[in-house]
């Protein structure tokens, strides 16, 4: 799949996976929709990305927990901004790491806003586009934490699992299209995470990746691009990837 010229829709494009992502794709020559809160942060994503070759960028604010916003936001899309042909759902958050019964209910309504009902109005919004016009790729971000649950992180595991599931119903439903649905589900990544997770804290933050090399934004970008160019009647329906130090969620080895 050649991706000159076509329209790629990154949500949470302003840092981390997303931004990588943005990157990726302007390699490309890609026409880049970057939508994110922090519209400041995406302006600068947006020059960086016009030095890597993006064929043009559109920008807007967006939270996806407001779905009047996002319906709001693609219904008002410029002419030649409509037909999304790579949407990658990159858009959510960890809060907190604490047993549910000690868990803060506000870190639960932002994960369970963002990840999840985030994740479904912004694929409400854009892939009926794509049905109609019989041509276009859905790339989900999962994790590893979808698959097998860790201790204390039994709410944002929840998401991740509701990801998968809604990755794979999704696959099913456009079943007789074109449409292609992928999730790439990362292990351990150094961005931003880990200091969202713990609300600012840098020394908790950095402790998290001590002794293990990471894996980057620019290697799960690397897999999200390898999944939109495969041939179009090939479907990559999920990618697990980590760092060699790691087995799963809590199985880990550091130097």
């Known amino acids: 799949m050649k991706l000159q010229g076509k329209i790629v829709f990154v949500t949470g494009a302003s840092a981390g996976i997303g931004a990588a992502t943005a990157m990726a794709f ?21 020059d ?9 960028i559109h920008t807007f604010a967006l939270d996806v927990r407001d779905n009047d916003a996002v319906v709001a936001a693609i219904a008002a899309l410029p002419e030649g901004w ?34 999840v009902k985030g994740l479904l ?9 794509m049905v109609e016009r019989k041509s276009g790729h ?39 299209t074109p449409i292609r649905v992928t999730s790439v589900d990362p292990g351990m990544v150094q961005t931003d995470f880990s200091l969202v997770r713990f609300h600012g804290d840098e020394d908790r933050a950095g402790n998290v990746y001590k002794g293990v090399k990471a894996l980057t934004a620019e290697d799960i970008a690397d897999v999200i691009l390898w999944a939109a160019t495969r041939p179009a009647h090939v479907n990559i329906a999920d990618v697990v990837l980590t760092p060699v130090q790691q087995a799963n969620p809590y199985m880990l080895v550091r130097d």
């Open 26 to 46: 302007a390699g490309e020559g890609a026409k880049l929709l970057l939508a994110a809160r922090r519209v400041e942060k995406l302006a600068e994503i947006a």
């Open 48 to 56: 960086e990305a016009r030095k890597y070759g993006a064929q043009d």
């Open 82 to 115: 409509r037909e999304i042909e790579v949407l990658v759902n990159n858009a959510g958050l960890s809060r907190g790491l604490e047993k549910v019964y000690e868990g803060k209910i506000s870190d639960w309504d932002e994960m369970i806003d963002t990840n």
């Open 121 to 129: 109005y912004v694929t409400r919004a854009v892939v009926p586009g």
């Open 138 to 176: 859905v790339i989900n971000l999962g994790s590893i934490a979808g698959h097998i649950t860790y201790p204390n992180g039994a709410v944002y595991c929840a998401t991740k699992a509701a990801e998968k599931a809604i990755n794979d119903g999704l696959r099913q439903d456009v079943l007789g």
